[in-house]
């Protein structure tokens, strides 16, 4: 008899083991100063060399850790929530597995090259792990996060064709020659990738994908992937602009006022990391380059934590994901909603759960650096909101009076999934105080009026405060109004209103500019090359005296 071998349990080990090793090495990495480029030479032909550089430093070890320690939770907790032992399970590993190998290829690359094979695999994989449920739903989704992250590889691969020109694809080296256009290009493309507007609308279509795959997306991995090569190619001078800064702010706001009208319950969590993002982004352009990666590190792991209790809840609830049809959870499931509980207090940013220490630096450097008035409410105005959208899925989860409509087998058991959940929380609350006193983040005393230090926590609670309230409001507004904040302001019709304009616009040019492409190109210049092949050969088929007479002409005009 053979026995079944959970394939999944191996691989959970290697990762976790991997991710211990990665961090005890960042530490020393960084104690010592260390910053180490491995090169790899693949081929040498002649006098072409074509080498892999790998770039390991404090910043490249330590996200690869937090990379490999969530999906190793990921694929632990998948064993149980997608079974095991059987071939689609099987592909679904594998195709986790390479989703977290593409990230740390890109991770580790210093070389733009290098980086677009990670890049692209992150792209390709992310559209095989959002089809995974084969509805059209799954396809739609795919498609619309395929596609707009084409757009970044585009502009990606015209960067990396740019960046030739001044001697090299290792970019780090050339970091404060290149022109500003050419960082113009970059941040562009990873908006793409972390879903800044305009590219903002297939974050929450994603998550079509099982909800083991929405955790590692959303939390370390596709959408971080932006945001992580901006630090990389990160040059002060390029990096305080404003443009982008209310670009990744009005981000921040659109998506907690998406989420405060959603009632699907991973998409309220997918809205709530896309506004993460807006926050680790604004600080990027206000030069705060390790608060965004500190930021980065920490809502890596509550946002994980809250996706995977999520998945709890949608798996005993006989798939529902309607947070109306929820309520009362606490009274069935007691230790995921202690968990789920925690993630959300700390993505709120409640003092010392580790979204504290990055959230309220970033906003007290934010305060201190001199900016104008309008940033510094949108900044206070969208850490309300956060506590909004938090406590309102709470209440509608928690204290709401139970529906009885999902309740056909709830109960908090299946071992895997409560011990990965439970080393997550343990994590995110201690992630932050270690990563600020281990990393020494907190290099700087700031010193701020008493007002100005309570204005963050007095929001939070005002924010919690109306979630609350907002709760018992009767819809007053027309139905419109409710679509249009819950369905992210029509964005995807807008993308898809334009397209078909364009693309209706080209039908109707189709005749005019086929006409003129055709005269000026390919078409005009045969035609003109046959008469002109025409005339030289009648030309010199002809008689003795017009060769004498073109001489006589030519002779005259050279005289």
């Not at 992150?122 to 619309?144: D, F, R, T, W």
Request: charged residues 5%.
């Amino acid at each position: 008899m053979l026995l079944k071998l959970n394939v999944y349990l191996y691989w959970f080990l290697i990762l976790f083991i991997f991710s211990v090793f990665l961090f005890i090495s960042s530490l020393y990495f960084m104690y010592n100063g260390i910053f180490l480029m491995l090169e790899w030479n693949i081929m040498l032909i002649n006098s072409l060399s074509i080498n892999y550089l790998m770039i390991f430093d404090w910043v490249s070890i330590s996200f690869s850790s937090v990379v490999m320690l969530i999906s190793s939770m990921v694929v632990f907790y998948s064993s149980d929530y997608m079974g095991f032992g059987y071939y689609n399970s099987n592909r679904f590993l594998f195709l986790v597995i390479l989703f977290v190998f593409s990230m740390i290829l890109m991770i580790i690359s210093p070389n733009l090259i290098s980086i677009l094979l990670g890049w692209d695999g992150l792209g390709l994989v992310s559209y095989c792990l959002v089809i995974y449920y084969n509805s059209m739903k799954s396809y739609l989704a795919g498609m619309i996060t395929c596609l707009t992250n084409r757009i970044g590889d585009i502009g990606l691969l015209i960067s990396a064709c740019w960046i030739m020109s001044y001697g090299g694809w290792h970019f780090m080296y050339y970091l404060d020659y290149y022109n500003e256009y050419i960082f113009y290009l970059m941040t562009i493309s990873c908006f793409t990738k972390s879903a800044q507007i305009p590219f903002s609308c297939w974050l929450p279509a994603a998550m079509a994908a099982p909800t083991p795959v929405s955790s590692l997306v959303h939390s370390s991995t596709l959408v971080t992937a932006g945001v992580y090569l901006l630090i990389r190619f990160y040059n002060s001078f390029n990096f305080n602009n404003y443009m982008f800064l209310f670009i990744s702010l009005v981000t921040m706001t659109f998506s907690s006022i998406c989420a405060i009208y959603e009632f699907d319950l991973k998409k309220i969590i997918a809205l709530s990391t896309l506004s993460q993002l807006g926050l680790m982004m604004s600080s990027l352009f206000l030069g705060l380059l390790d608060l965004s990666f500190f930021h980065l590190l920490s809502h890596a792991m509550f946002k994980s934590l809250l996706f995977l209790c999520s998945g709890i809840f949608i798996f005993y609830m006989n798939d529902n994901q309607d947070i109306r049809l929820m309520g009362s959870v606490c009274m069935l499931m007691p230790f995921t909603t202690s968990c789920f509980n925690i993630a959300n207090l700390t993505l709120c940013g409640i003092p010392f759960l580790s979204g504290f220490y990055s959230k309220d630096m970033i906003i007290e450097y934010m305060v201190s650096n001199q900016l104008n008035y309008l940033v510094f409410v949108i900044f206070y105005f969208s850490l309300g909101l956060t506590a909004f959208y938090s406590f309102r899925l709470f209440y509608y989860s928690m204290i709401h009076n139970n529906k009885f409509i999902s309740m056909n087998f709830i109960y908090d058991e299946y071992l895997y999934m409560k011990l990965s959940i439970f080393i997550l929380t343990l994590f995110s609350i201690f992630t932050g105080c270690m990563m600020l006193w281990l990393m020494n983040f907190d290099f700087y005393f700031i010193l701020l009026p008493m007002k100005l230090s309570m204005a963050s926590l007095l929001l939070v609670l005002m924010g919690i405060w109306l979630g609350m309230e907002s709760c018992k409001f009767n819809y007053y507004f027309n139905m419109s109004y409710y679509l249009f904040n819950g369905n992210m302001w029509f964005m995807s019709s807008y993308l898809n209103f334009l397209y078909k304009n364009v693309y209706l616009f080209s039908e109707n040019s189709k005749s005019n500019s086929l006409m003129w492409s055709e005269y000026y190109g390919p078409m005009g210049i045969s035609y003109y090359l046959l008469n002109l092949s025409n005339f030289i050969q009648f030309y010199s088929m002809n008689n003795l005296k017009v060769f004498l007479l073109t001489f006589l002409i030519w002779f005259m005009i050279l005289i």
